[in-house]
Antibody, heavy 121, light 107 residues
Framework: QVTLKESGPGMVKPTQTLTLTCTFSGFSLKTTRMRVTWIRQPPGKALEWLARIDWDNYKFYSPSLKTRLTVSKDSSKNQVVLTMTNVAPQDTATYYC?????????????WGQGTLVTVSP | DIQMTQSPSSLSASVGDRVTITCQASQDVRNYLNWYQQKPGKAPKLLIYDASSLETGVPPKFRGSGSGTFFTFIISSLQPEDTATYYCQQHFDMPYTFGQGTRLEIK
């Protein structure tokens, strides 16, 4: 049974660094073709693809956020971490992590419940 | 980035109806197109992958088709539980962009 769960601070102040953790079970990022993606959704708005990390530590970032994002993994702990620097109010969103279908590079078959991050002074 | 444009942005239909949502890509994405359902307060759920393949456990009332730049998504025999926002997503070229969503209301 595949599960993912995001955790984070809930609220951060502008200019601070946001750190989010995705803890998963039911699969391993040591396994070939396993990948985890981060997506966010501002309140009332559409989904935005942020970053992906693969079993072989290949990483890809959305070009619009590339300078501010870092994704890493701890395969022994079954965790993926996303950090975002210099946050601003427009980064307020629900942040999701999701597993990529093993036979795909981008179809997201299992999602976490999401964690709401509010950026406010 | 590849732009994904969904139509309509919202629609209202009755129980038992069939509805069609379209998704247009700003460039050719072959068949690398997914459809998700998102109910209020919940995470999205994958319904259709690679334009027309039904995800495991998803009822066949959901159907996708298309390739290249134009895709359609059909829901048949609408039920109240189909109330949701539906998103298309291309996974041909990174970043794997989403459409703006189509909000479906069941009258």
């Amino acid at each position: 049974q595949v599960t993912l769960k995001e955790s984070g601070p809930g609220m951060v102040k502008p200019t601070q660094t946001l750190t989010l953790t995705c803890t998963f079970s039911g699969f391993s990022l040591k396994t070939t073709r396993m990948r985890v993606t981060w997506i966010r959704q501002p309140p009332g708005k559409a989904l935005e693809w942020l970053a992906r990390i693969d079993w072989d530590n290949y990483k890809f970032y959305s070009p619009s956020l590339k300078t501010r994002l870092t994704v890493s993994k701890d395969s022994s702990k079954n965790q993926v971490v996303l950090t975002m620097t210099n946050v601003a109010p427009q980064d307020t969103a629900t942040y999701y992590c999701a597993r990529v279908r093993p036979d795909s590079t981008g179809s997201l078959d299992y999602w976490g419940q999401g964690t709401l991050v509010t950026v406010s002074p | 980035d590849i732009q994904m444009t969904q139509s309509p942005s919202s629609l209202s239909a009755s129980v038992g109806d069939r509805v069609t949502i379209t998704c247009q890509a700003s460039q050719d994405v072959r068949n690398y197109l997914n459809w998700y359902q998102q109910k209020p307060g919940k995470a999205p759920k994958l319904l259709i992958y690679d334009a027309s393949s039904l995800e495991t456990g998803v009822p066949p009332k959901f159907r996708g088709s298309g390739s290249g730049t134009f895709f359609t998504f059909i829901i048949s025999s609408l039920q109240p539980e189909d109330t949701a926002t539906y998103y298309c997503q291309q996974h041909f070229d990174m970043p794997y962009t989403f459409g703006q969503g189509t909000r479906l209301e069941i009258k």
